[in-house]
């Protein structure tokens, strides 16, 4: 073959895989755009999302190897029966270390930190308010609890039976719960730290996001991020002239499945006039995830309130069998003996 014929074959082939790959990232980015309205390839996108589904569904089937007939839900909802006594006190003691190191890192910063309880699991048969309001006196720390939550019928409070967050109701009452008690520490101030001069990263989200979540199924919702990785709609100035109100929490705190202005740190900021209320909220988050984005994001900015969302599933989130996240990877430990008992014990009723 000569090799001006030879230079024509490669020269159609490069051509040929242009126009394949323009083929795919044209297909796949219809498919990709009638679900997000982020930029970027969808190629990369999908290819991201996929890796990703394929990391979870390998650790799911790992966990359910060593689970065998007990479910995860099965697991967590007998760490609150008598049969799991000794695991439900194990899990005390790991969240009171966490609570503990939290506390530390807050004051040592010169802020307060509050412990506010929403009631969401009635299989806790009360243990989870009476755990929390325990450890909020013996480290001294203002208790709130969104009490009234528990006493509406639960499809009023929350989206039942399609899913199992707060309603609007619901967020409106945590914020009324919550306003009080932060309306006393109006004065307290934090020192202004050092910063560098730009806008440092204060969340575990990538900057910038607008995108449609589908993490419930039947209830889709967009997630928007302001520069810092927060689920706002303005940043957090470098210096803030009032007090800042930062909120740690869960997926009660980011408000899944609400529009941003329906969730309680936003109805909150309206009760709150004259502070700065920042949503640092990340669905499936526990003490250990949020003890950590506070640690390693709040070093150059300025909170002078913390407050910490607890739910009675933040205990179980202390479990061995924790879900890793995607937003913040913790390790995942092996399972204790009292953990193990539990498991062999709810086996041998299957």
């Given at each position: 073959m000569t090799a001006p014929r030879r230079a024509s074959r490669v020269g159609l082939g490069a051509a040929l895989l242009v126009l394949a790959l323009l083929a795919a990232e044209l297909g796949a980015g219809w498919i990709h755009f009638q679900r997000s309205p982020?930029?970027?390839?969808a190629l990369v996108w999908m290819a991201e999302r996929a890796i990703d589904r394929a990391g979870r569904a390998w650790r799911d089937r790992a966990l359910a190897r060593e689970l065998g007939p007990v479910t995860v839900a099965d697991y967590e909802r007998a760490v609150f029966s008598p049969e799991g006594a000794a695991v439900f006190?194990?899990?005390?003691?790991?969240?009171?270390?966490?609570?503990?190191a939290l506390h530390d890192t807050v004051r040592r910063r010169g802020a307060r930190l509050v412990l506010f309880y929403v009631p969401s699991d009635q299989a806790s048969r009360g243990e989870g308010e009476r755990f929390f309001r325990a450890m909020a006196e013996k480290h001294q720390v203002p208790f709130v609890a969104a009490s009234r939550l528990g006493e509406l019928p639960p499809d009023v409070a929350f989206l039942l039976p399609w899913d199992s967050h707060p309603s609007r109701l619901g967020h409106r009452i945590m914020a009324d719960a919550l306003a009080p008690a932060l309306d006393a520490l109006r004065s307290h101030r934090a020192p202004t730290p050092v910063v560098t001069g730009r806008n440092p990263l204060l969340g575990d989200f990538p900057p910038g996001m607008n995108e449609i979540l589908r993490t419930q199924p039947l209830a889709p919702f967009v997630l928007r991020t302001n520069a810092q990785g927060l689920r706002m709609?303005?940043?957090?100035?470098?210096?803030?002239p009032g007090q800042v109100v930062l909120l740690l929490g869960d997926s009660f705190t980011f408000g899944t499945p609400l529009p941003v202005e329906d969730a309680y740190p936003t109805r909150l900021a309206g009760l709150l006039p004259g502070r700065l209320v920042v949503n640092a909220g990340?669905?499936?988050y526990g003490i250990r995830e949020e003890r950590a984005l506070y640690e390693e994001r709040w070093g150059e900015a300025r909170a002078d309130i913390v407050v910490l969302q607890a739910l009675d599933n933040d205990l179980t989130s202390l479990l061995w069998l924790?879900?890793?996240?995607?937003?913040?990877?913790?390790?995942?430990?092996?399972a204790s003996e009292a953990e193990r008992?539990?498991?062999?014990?709810?086996?041998?009723?299957?």
């Open positions: 982020e930029g970027g390839s006190a194990e899990l005390q003691r790991r969240y009171d270390a966490e609570f503990q709609d303005s940043d957090v100035p470098l210096s803030p990340v669905g499936g924790a879900p890793q996240l995607w937003t913040r990877a913790m390790p995942r430990r092996e008992a539990l498991l062999e014990a709810l086996r041998a009723r299957r």
